[in-house]
């Protein structure tokens, strides 16, 4: 009878222990939060791979393009979604307005379609203004419903409309190591202008130095839904430096400083044209490296 004793007072003060450690960890007063994961992240910072160092003497050719990327096809979505933040992401304008918030990255507005970032966006007051605009409604008075004229309001801009980006960079080709390069110098989101139900077409909001943004697309704030593998840890920066996108040239450095869309009005010639930049970008590739 002892012993039996013995075993419910151990099992009562295990119970006890048990209920005592629940209660401090707030599971059963509702505070507790358990984990949505079947186990828990590490939240390591993944470190920016430096580029090489290039020396002018050894670039043998160089060319700058300009390109879009359409968040509107299928392999581009994780740029795009969610739509509202979850527990482990964001889509990318999010995270560029969290940078931007937290001054851990720096915007330049595209005056004048300025994009060699030469106007910087610094105080709190410019950056909250790149996420707003100014819209007119009309006014009536309340009793007579007389028209008094028009409003001024401010409101968010919707990001639903940020469907592109624009990214400038240059290919350049190594002799010293015999390897073709891609740095990427600049983005910019592109937001579609609407008039009523009619699309205007799209402008850049503002451009970041993409050099200066590196260590912050690949912080635990920037990571990115992975397509092959969840346990993968992917970011932002993952997917610019290995090229996890599809894109359009829409200009290449010339004597006209002018886009493709300038000269080529058709739509169907303007896929030709950057076809064929992008064949050209290739073709030298191959003839550079061919022995």
Same mark, same amino acid.
């Given at each position: 009878? @002892? ?8 099992a009562?003060i295990?119970? &006890? ?29 993944k ?6 160092? #290039? ?7 160089? @060319? ?10 299928k ?13 482990? =992401? ?11 918030e ?27 203004? #790149?996420?707003?605009?100014?819209? +007119? ?28 980006? =624009? ?8 002799? +010293? ?22 699309? &205007? ?14 260590e ?16 993968? =840890?992917?970011?932002?920066e993952? &997917? ?27 739509? &169907? ?12 970008l ?5 003839? #550079?490296?061919?022995?």
């Amino acid at each position: 009878m @002892k012993s039996i004793a013995t075993t419910i007072l151990s099992a009562a003060i295990a119970l &006890l222990t048990v209920a005592t450690g629940y209660a401090q960890s707030g599971v059963l007063t509702g505070s507790y939060v358990p984990p949505d994961a079947a186990y828990e992240n590490d939240n390591y910072f993944k470190r920016v791979i430096p580029y090489p160092h #290039l020396r002018e003497a050894d670039v043998m050719y160089k @060319k700058r393009v300009w390109q879009d990327i359409d968040l509107e096809q299928k392999f581009n979505q994780p740029f795009y979604y969610p739509q509202e933040p979850i527990a482990n =992401r964001k889509n990318l304008i999010d995270v560029i307005k969290m940078g931007l918030e937290e001054e851990r990255i720096i915007a330049y507005a595209p005056i004048n379609l300025d994009d060699e970032f030469r106007h910087p966006i610094l105080t709190k007051d410019e950056v909250n203004a #790149l996420f707003t605009k100014t819209d +007119q409604i009309d006014v009536y008075d309340q009793e007579t419903l007389e028209y008094l004229g028009k409003k001024d309001t401010i409101a968010p801009i919707n990001f639903e409309n940020i469907k592109r980006y =624009r990214i400038k960079e240059e290919w350049i080709w190594d002799k +010293q190591r015999s390897e073709r390069y891609v740095r990427i110098l600049g983005i910019a989101p592109m937001m579609l202008e609407m008039e009523g139900d009619v699309e &205007l077409g799209y402008t850049p909001m503002f451009w970041l130095y993409y050099p200066h943004c590196r260590e912050w697309f690949a912080s635990d704030e920037a990571e990115v839904y992975n397509i092959f593998n969840d346990a993968q =840890r992917r970011t932002y920066e993952d &997917l610019f430096q290995k090229r996890y996108f599809s894109s359009y040239i829409i200009k290449e450095d010339n004597a006209f400083d002018r886009y493709i869309s300038k000269y080529a009005t058709d739509p &169907l010639w303007q896929l030709a044209e950057s076809e064929r930049i992008q064949q050209e970008l290739f073709n030298l590739e191959h003839d #550079l490296w061919h022995y």
